[in-house]
């Protein structure tokens, strides 16, 4: 079924690791986003991709880093958890266009 | 810089009252206006959305409409049920700048039985 993945879907760790949280998917969407988004309070754009090769900042000012090496997949590296990054972590896709995003199920990140 | 605006932030109706979800927007160049639910625990979703060419649209209980002019959308839920409980963020996005999608803060509906 055409969807969106992450994973993993909750993740605990220490303070200082480097993680990559994965998100892929299998609708061949051009535009892929990362959010960050406290449970059930406001989406904050960190990363966007436009296709392969195109990454861009969002509104969110964020240590994290994204790569898109192939349309499909579009993960979110961080070099050095902190608590600050506890949060939920979704990923969405869209085509091109006006068109509607669609999200994973996120991942919840919790630092410690 | 782009920013829309949503009111209330938390709404509570009683089962089968209506409620409405009103948001401002300030780019003029936004032209697709989109709604998603986001149930406890889940991903948001898309509920209904609107382009720039229609001033009113309709899926069942729920409605939305546009005034381009004064830059204001709104989400109408009629007939409430307690599965409508859940948080509700506007959107919109314009035809250039890599149609970023801008969110409204989100309004947390509460449907009592």
């Known amino acids: 079924e055409a969807d969106i993945y992450q994973t993993p879907r909750y993740l605990v760790i220490g303070t200082g690791k480097k993680i990559t949280l994965e998100c892929s998917q299998t609708?061949?969407?051009?535009?892929m986003y990362w959010y960050q988004q406290d449970p059930g309070m406001e989406l904050h754009l960190i990363h966007y991709?436009?296709?392969?090769?195109?990454?861009e900042k969002g509104d969110l000012s964020s240590e994290s880093t994204v790569s898109r090496i192939r349309t499909e997949h579009f993960p979110l590296t961080l070099e050095s958890a902190r608590p600050s990054h506890t949060s939920q972590y979704l990923c969405?896709?869209?085509?091109?266009?006006?068109?509607?995003?669609?999200f994973g199920n996120g991942t919840r990140l919790t630092v410690t | 810089g782009e920013n829309v605006e949503q009111h209330p932030s938390t709404l509570s109706v009683q089962e089968g009252d209506s409620a409405v979800i009103k948001c401002t927007y300030s780019?003029?160049?936004?032209?697709?206006f989109p709604w998603y639910k986001q149930e406890l625990g889940k991903r948001p979703q898309l509920i209904i959305d609107?382009?720039?060419?229609?001033g009113e649209k309709k899926d069942q209980r729920i409605a939305v409409t546009l005034n381009k002019t004064a830059k204001h959308f709104s989400l109408h839920i009629t007939e409430t049920q307690p599965e409508d409980s859940a948080v509700y963020f506007c959107?919109?996005?314009?035809?250039?700048?890599?149609?970023?999608?801008?969110f409204g803060a989100g309004t947390r509906l509460f449907v009592k039985a």
């Open positions: 969405a896709s869209s085509e091109g266009g006006n068109s509607p995003l669609h």
């Open positions: 609107i382009r720039s060419n229609v």
């Open positions: 609708m061949g969407h051009d535009k």
């Open positions: 959107a919109a996005s314009r035809p250039s700048g890599g149609f970023k999608t801008i």
């Open positions: 991709s436009y296709g392969v090769n195109s990454t």
């Open positions: 780019d003029s160049a936004s032209n697709y």
